[in-house]
T-cell receptor, first 106, second 114 residues
Framework: KNEVEQSPQNLTAQEGEFITINCSYS?????LHWLQQHPGGGIVSLFM???GKKKHGRLIATINIQEKHSSLHITASHPRDSAVYIC????????FGAGTRLTVKP | DTAVSQTPKYLVTQMGNDKSIKCEQN?????MYWYKQDSKKFLKIMFS???????INETVPNRFSPKSPDKAHLNLHINSLELGDSAVYFC?????????????FGPGTRLTVL
């Protein structure tokens, strides 16, 4: 079993829908990262968090340290949000989830 | 200005050859990494260097040898390439090696071994 599990693997949504991607991890962490990988292949860091909640535009990330669980939410989704979203648990080295492929249809 | 750059972007080569991928960061970061993304898009850490010193070396075949001439550069040399080495290799950097540091990724190098 992978140390970092994401769900769902694939997600298709209509433009405007609220989206949630979940991440559970079994290792100790200094930080939990959410990354976005666009169809072109580039990887961008969206959030890094060790407690509570962070918000950036339409994206919100939350973490529950006791339950070893994090969620990434996208409000008012848009086709340009279509990408693979990757969760990574970091305790001096990164352990990655398998990614969630999101497709937002107009 | 590109923060983390890698060259080449694409690399196609024959089995058995030796090749290198270069990585440079202009962020002034102390720590650099190499990651491998396989055909199933799963990312896995290979190496981590902090101030030119190796701090993480996952179970990677010793055909892979990282070299850090200075803290702004981390190159990856691969000897005797095998079909299974085909993947996308990402370089990244962070301010320091402790876990609570944002990582900045290069654009990736797609290696195809024929």
């Amino acid at each position: 079993k992978n140390e970092v599990e994401q769900s769902p693997q694939n997600l298709t949504a209509q433009e405007g829908e609220f989206i949630t991607i979940n991440c559970s991890y079994s290792v100790g962490i200094s930080a939990l990262h959410w990354l976005q990988q666009h169809p072109g292949g580039g990887i961008v860091s969206l959030f890094m968090l060790s407690s509570g909640k962070k918000k950036h535009g339409r994206l919100i990330a939350t973490i529950n340290i006791q339950e070893k669980h994090s969620s990434l939410h996208i409000t008012a989704s848009h086709p340009r949000d279509s990408a693979v979203y990757i969760c990574a648990a970091n305790n001096n080295d990164m352990r990655f989830g398998a990614g969630t492929r999101l497709t937002v249809k107009p | 200005d590109t923060a983390v750059s890698q060259t080449p972007k694409y690399l196609v080569t024959q089995m058995g050859n030796d090749k290198s991928i270069k990585c440079e960061q202009n962020l002034g970061h102390d720590t650099m990494y190499w990651y491998k993304q396989d055909s199933k898009k799963f990312l896995k850490i290979m190496f981590s260097y902090n101030n030119k010193e190796l701090i993480i070396n996952e179970t990677v075949p010793n055909r892979f040898s990282p070299k850090s001439p200075d803290k702004a550069h981390l190159n990856l040399h691969i000897n005797s390439l095998e079909l299974g080495d085909s993947a996308v290799y990402f370089c990244a950097s962070s301010q320091s090696w402790t876990g609570y540091n944002e990582q900045f990724f290069g654009p990736g190098t797609r290696l195809t071994v024929l």
